[in-house]
């Protein structure tokens, strides 16, 4: 049996969560020693444990049949690809959100993007950056930094930085302003833009769809309720991405029914205060653990 190899980033932001999501899609893994390979115990799935620059790297060469990491990675890495190899994303997913910004010292005269024509940008992501800002005709230099881009400016490397923003914290210890969101990046799961073998394509297709069970299943809630028997389609029309509720009647209470439905969209306060103003009581909010289509 072919094994599929999946490359998660050994630890940084995006660790945890890559485990997690697949570990929630039912696999299980035996560590080795080293702690950067492990092997998959009731699929042929195993785990490679790298920094997540080297992730889009392992796919494009065939080490890896899958990964996960950060939108902004596996497109610099296609964007700086002479040879316009790309990666597949399969599904984004729900964690490591960011934005590629443009950032300025807070005393500089830049007022648009436009106004960084033949400027220096310092960036981690220099093809990425180029690529956008040439698209609307701005055609700056750019730097590269693999790390601390933010401190660029006050050293008088370049004019502007394009980094990573999520808090903003960063630019404003470093008396940056961010002006201008260039790319908004999430972790996602890439596979190869090559075709695999049948039997490997079964399994990845098998575990996307587990995949998307536990993509919808974390924001869907199961709702039950108790609701007025002519307020039934108004409370219908209140529940969140809710698909034909069921409906079951309550012992001794002919006026009022059981309403069930599993509600495919976050669940919020509003949502449930709407309810009971439009009649509904004992209303009840459960999570989904699994969910297949
Ligand atoms: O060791 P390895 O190379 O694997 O890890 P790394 O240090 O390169 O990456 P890591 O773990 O920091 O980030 C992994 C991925 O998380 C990135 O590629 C992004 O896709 C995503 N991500 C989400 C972020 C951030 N949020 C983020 N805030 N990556 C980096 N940052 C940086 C940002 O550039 C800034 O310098 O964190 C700093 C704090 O941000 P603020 O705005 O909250 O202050
Ligand atoms: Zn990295």
């Not at 060469?61 to 399969?90: F, K, P, Y």
């Not at 910004?101 to 310092?122: H, K, Q």
């Not at 923003?165 to 799961?189: D, K, P």
């Not at 297709?205 to 609701?227: F, I, P, Q, T, W």
């Amino acid at each position: 049996m072919k094994r599929i190899r999946v490359a998660i980033q050994k630890s940084g932001r995006l660790s945890d969560k890559s485990l997690d999501l697949l570990q929630r899609c039912g696999l299980r893994f035996a560590r080795s020693k080293d702690k950067l390979y492990w092997y998959g115990k009731d699929f042929p799935i195993d785990l490679l444990l790298v920094r997540d620059d080297d992730i889009p790297r392992l796919l494009l060469d065939g080490v890896c049949d899958l990964g996960i990491v950060g939108q902004n990675i596996a497109e610099e890495v296609m964007q700086d690809d002479t040879d316009n190899n790309s990666l597949d994303e399969l599904r984004a997913l729900p964690f490591g959100g960011c934005r590629l910004s443009l950032a300025v010292p807070e005393n500089s005269s830049f007022e648009s993007a436009a106004d960084l024509d033949g400027c220096r940008i310092a960036t981690s992501y220099p093809a990425l950056t180029k690529s956008i800002l040439s698209k609307r005709g701005i055609n700056a230099e750019t730097v590269k930094f693999s790390g601390s881009v933010e401190i660029a400016p006050g050293l008088g490397t370049a004019d502007a930085i394009s980094d990573l923003v999520s808090t903003g914290t960063t630019l404003r210890a470093n008396h940056l302003v961010e002006f201008e969101v260039l790319f908004q990046s999430t972790a996602a799961l890439y596979g190869r833009s090559v075709s695999l073998s049948d039997e490997k394509q079964v399994m990845i297709n098998r575990l996307l769809s587990r995949l998307d069970g536990v993509l919808l299943a974390a924001e869907s809630k199961y709702v039950m309720l108790h609701a007025p028997r002519d307020s039934v389609d108004e409370i219908t029309r209140l529940l969140p991405g809710a698909e034909n509720p069921s409906l079951m009647n309550l012992e001794g209470d002919s006026e009022r029914v059981a309403m069930h439905a599993v509600c495919r969209e976050t669940v919020f306060w509003e949502h449930l205060e709407a309810l009971k103003a439009a009649g509904a009581s004992a209303i009840l909010v459960l999570p989904v653990e699994k969910m297949l289509g």
